[in-house]
């Protein structure tokens, strides 16, 4: 069976499936085997019914929602890769009942949260003033945490007034706001030249060490702003961008400028800002 495995998750490498795609179809897929193995079944044997059955020990079990929906479809992307090399008559995964994922509407940020937020850099020093460009960038343009910290100085148009965004063989031109420009061009000139070690370093953002900054040290920034601006949010890594989207939307941009800024393939997954269009601004 492992064999099996084996070879399904190369299927999916050769797909490019991210690192942690292929983590948890593998853990997903080994439970259920070794699931059914002790019951002295086989993978190739089992019925709808015998799905419904694994469905209902991972809730007598206690596992939540969005995890049995996540096994589900590992599964049923298992059994279509069985049936496509006869290994399997049919795809049992099909059709299964399995609980529905409950889906909490992302926090946002109202402008004047926003707005202090922003105000929370110490400008006097250079940790501040870089600190000060990149929430600026984040809120101008929506792009992800991971697309901020991957950027490289060569993806900069100051002239242009826009960063390059590059995901695998797609590349994005995000126009950057008069003040969201201004703050990266100082810090380009004024604050990285002094944080790099060594010239060869052509990452644009750089901690205090010298090195690249990553996604835990910017969420340590931002909850460190968060704290000193007396924001009394939940927030994560994520939310400047989802309060980019629904200000950007409560501002009369169309929802399709929105979904290309975001670099959404599919607009349903932009079209739940829309739903949010009504947050006061004074809560």
């Known amino acids: ?95 299964v009942e399995a609980p529905k994922v409950d889906r909490k509407e992302p926090m946002i940020l109202t402008s004047s949260e926003i707005e202090k937020l922003l105000e929370q850099p110490d400008l006097s020093e250079l940790k501040g003033q870089r600190d000060k460009a990149m929430l600026e960038i984040l809120y101008a343009t929506g792009i992800r945490v991971t697309e901020l910290i991957s950027l490289r100085v060569e993806d900069v148009n100051l002239s242009g007034g826009y960063i390059k965004v590059k995901k695998k063989n797609s590349e994005r031109h995000i126009p950057l706001g008069a003040l969201a420009l201004k703050c990266l061009k100082e810090y380009m000139d004024k604050v990285r030249p002094l944080l790099i070690k060594t010239e060869e370093e052509k990452t644009l953002f750089i901690n205090t060490n010298g090195q690249k900054m990553t996604r835990q040290g910017y969420w340590k920034i931002l909850k ?58 004074n809560k």
Do not use: C, W
């Open 224 to 281: 460190q702003y968060k704290e000193q601006a007396n924001i009394d949010k939940d927030i994560t890594p994520h939310t400047i961008r989802h309060s980019f989207a629904v200000h950007m939307l409560q501002n009369g941009a169309e929802l399709k400028t929105v979904q290309e800024l975001l670099g959404h393939t599919d607009v349903a997954s932009t079209m739940m800002y829309t739903q949010m269009l009504n947050l006061d601004d």
């Open 1 to 95: 069976m492992k064999i099996i495995i084996d070879e399904f998750i190369d299927s999916l490498k050769a797909r490019q499936a991210s690192a942690n795609t292929l983590a948890s179809y593998e853990r997903d897929i080994v439970q259920f085997s070794n699931y059914f193995e002790s019951q002295g079944k086989k993978i190739f044997d089992l019925t709808k019914d015998d799905m419904q059955d694994y469905i209902n020990h991972l809730i007598a079990s206690g596992r939540s929602n969005s995890t049995i929906s996540r096994s589900t479809a590992s599964i049923k992307a298992l059994y279509k890769y069985l049936v496509s090399k006869k290994l399997a008559e049919v795809n049992i995964a099909d059709s």
